[in-house]
């Protein structure tokens, strides 16, 4: 069950092309293994078919073929039981002169003449004395002596019966045997009068049964070690294969030998012992089967490559203007909002009046009306931005100009003389930055000018216990952030930092540039503030001093300048001091948007 649901999510998973091609394909492989399984159907009830005929046809064969051979058999019964033989035979074993022998042979041979004459399936008949001299009638070319000593020696192992022996002679393969023992009519002495051997015609008895020409099929006997017949030499299998062929026992089948691929069927004598082959060349039978097979397969290749042509070409003409359609949607999901007019004007394919057309004649629409609304929207951000900038910017300015008032007072009061001078002059830089000028973003140089500016006031008042420290690279003095972002938390670390301590205040600065970062921190040695303080100061739960400026005032200005992309971050413990650190992009001029540049050019 888990590999199913892995193999049906795997499923849905595919797109709209993989899945067209995967049902087109499935459904085509389908079709062609029923057209396998059918036609190997009809092959099998075809293969049936023929070896119902080649049954019948070896059936006829072998009954017809083995009752030949039987008269063959009673042909050498009756040459045995042959009065005239058995004198002829009884004498020769006993003494005589060689005349008279050759006198008795010569009657012997006269008498086997006449029955090999009045029989068309014996090629010769041989009869062996019991001087083992031959007496033949007809050509006895092919029977050696060594050959006649073991038809001798088989004919005293079968005691007096018939028996067969396969030659390789190829015009008279195969040979009967049998022992000759003397007997009348009054006299049953079963003595050895000799060995008859009679040359049988095999092959004219097959051929008179069937047509066994060249390339046709051929009948083959076999007694499972030789081949019986046919010895010509296009003989379609060897002796193993026969043999093997019929060990293997199968009424029909297809077999490949050394000469090619073979229909054969088997029978069985159960009379001789034989095996009868029935062998059809397969390429010749089924010639025409095989190319009618071909063509369908070709067919189907072709026909295959078509249908995934096509449906290729009918999903990619679906599947291209919704992947073209996905990604313009993905582009829009990045935020790529100032390519949204290209992107509605772009090019559409003609899809006519179907789902995909009117998809994206819809989403076309769609990014029109998204383009006039974010131009009407920023048009009016825009206000509301300067508008909140400059009244945050409004509660800097009489916060700070109070505070600085206030020490210029404490100095007076503290008998004022060479001091006032500077801070006065220190005050008036401070005021004409704060409340002079348009520019929302400072070069951190000038940023820290009005920070060293209002140090100098500090440290007329609080003297050696102020230890102001100014660590800047060079790199990060163009960098461009918003107006009076560091002097408030110089402010912040000098009335909660110094104020409560007796001993120095040491209020660092430092400014760096990193991976195209601006990072700046303000850190004291002050007494610090407890976790929970810090945390609630990070939730704007705790108003500072005065009007209830600084760091939420900062943060709120860096959000509206640079969005998500700046941070201010708070690390203080008890007793360890505060710093606050801040981090935003490094810009070094002042660039106006694209969507500012488009609302001010209308």
Request: aromatic share 6%; proline share 3%.
């Amino acid at each position: 069950m888990p590999r199913l649901n892995r193999i049906r999510s795997a499923y849905n998973n595919l797109s709209i092309h993989h899945k067209m091609l995967l049902l087109l394909s499935v459904l085509m492989i389908g079709c062609f293994v029923f057209y396998q399984l059918v036609l190997g159907y009809v092959f099998r009830i075809y293969d049936r078919q023929i070896y119902e005929k080649s049954s019948q046809v070896l059936g006829t064969s072998s009954i017809a073929i083995e009752n030949r051979l039987r008269e063959v058999e009673g042909l050498s019964f009756r040459v045995l039981a042959d009065p005239v033989i058995q004198q002829a035979l009884g004498k020769l074993s006993g003494s005589l002169t060689s005349y008279e022998q050759n006198v008795l042979r010569k009657r012997v041979a006269d008498q086997l003449i006449s029955y090999a004459g009045s029989e068309k399936d014996v090629y010769s008949i041989l009869l062996i004395d019991t001087r083992g001299i031959p007496i033949s009638a007809g050509n006895r070319e092919g029977i050696t002596a060594g050959m006649q000593l073991d038809l001798v020696a088989l004919a005293e192992r079968t005691d007096g019966a018939h028996a067969w022996k396969v030659t390789a002679d190829k015009r008279a393969a195969l040979l009967s045997v049998r022992k000759i023992r003397s007997f009348t009519t009054q006299n049953l002495t079963f003595d050895n009068l000799g060995t008859l051997i009679i040359r049988t015609r095999i092959d004219r008895i097959i051929e008179d049964q069937m047509d066994t020409g060249p390339g046709q099929a051929r009948l083959i006997l076999t007694d499972g070690k030789d081949i019986i017949y046919p010895l010509a030499d296009d003989m379609p299998l060897t002796a193993a294969e026969a043999a093997r062929t019929a060990a293997q026992g199968k009424p029909y089948g297809v077999e490949s030998y050394a000469g090619g691929e073979y229909f054969t069927a088997l029978m069985a004598s159960k009379d001789m012992g034989w095996t009868y082959l029935y062998v059809t060349p397969f390429d010749e039978m089924f010639r025409q089967l095989t190319a009618v097979k071909r063509i369908v397969l070709a067919s189907f290749v072709a026909i295959f490559l078509a249908a995934l042509l096509l449906g290729a070409m009918l999903s990619s003409s679906i599947n291209r203007p919704m992947l073209l359609l996905l990604r313009k949607m993905r582009q829009i999901e990045k935020g790529q909002l100032d390519r949204l007019e290209e992107q509605s004007l772009g090019a559409v394919p003609e899809l006519s009046h179907h789902e995909a057309g009117i998809l994206h004649r819809t989403f076309t629409m769609m990014l029109q009306r998204i383009r006039e609304l974010i131009d009407e929207n920023y048009a009016k951000q825009l206000t509301i931005r300067e508008a909140e900038l400059k009244a945050l910017q409004a509660q800097i300015n009489p916060h700070f100009l109070y505070n600085t008032l206030e020490s210029i007072n404490w100095q007076a009061k503290m008998n004022g003389q060479r001091s006032i001078s500077e801070m006065v002059e220190a005050l008036g830089h401070l005021m004409r930055s704060s409340i002079s000028g348009t520019e929302d973003l400072l070069p951190l140089e000038q940023e820290l000018e009005l920070v060293r500016s209002y140090v100098t006031i500090q440290a007329i008042r609080y003297e050696e216990r102020l230890d102001f420290r100014l660590e800047a690279e060079e790199e990060a003095l163009p960098a461009l952030l918003p107006k009076l972002t560091l002097q408030p938390l110089v402010e912040n670390a000098v009335h909660y930092a110094l104020e409560p301590m007796i001993e120095p205040c040491v209020i660092t600065v430092s400014a760096s540039t990193s991976g195209g970062r601006l990072r700046l921190a303000v850190s004291d040695t002050g007494p610090g503030m407890p976790p929970e303080f810090v945390e609630r100061l990070r939730r704007g739960e705790v108003r500072t001093r005065g009007q209830g400026i600084g760091l939420a005032n900062i943060a709120e200005r860096l959000r509206l300048t640079y969005g998500g992309d700046a941070s201010l971050e708070i690390e203080s413990a008890e007793g360890k001091g505060t710093t606050v650190r801040l981090d935003m992009p490094y810009t070094e001029e002042r660039e106006e948007t694209s969507h500012a540049k488009r609302a001010a050019g209308r």
